[in-house]
């Protein structure tokens, strides 16, 4: 079962943003340190948009020009 849970991100501006992310089922039950949540992350929502992330790990808006990154 996925789960979700509050985050921060912060985009290129250095503007942190509080949102929510869903975690892929299999990490629920890794404890891996919060240095690898950004792997575990299917998607994040800012603003009512659901994100997905890009390959280097970063989640681009396609409603805005902002790019975000996990900071907490």
Not at 34 to 55: C, R
Request: net charge negative.
């Amino acid at each position: 079962m996925s789960k979700i849970i509050d985050i921060k991100v912060k985009d290129q501006f250095s503007q942190v943003t509080e949102a929510k992310a869903m975690l892929r089922s299999f990490a629920e039950h890794n404890t891996h340190h919060a240095a690898e949540l950004v792997k575990k992350i299917e998607h994040i929502v800012v603003d009512g948009e659901t994100i997905l992330p890009s390959i280097e790990l970063l989640f681009e808006s396609q409603k805005s020009s902002n790019i975000y990154r996990v900071v907490e």
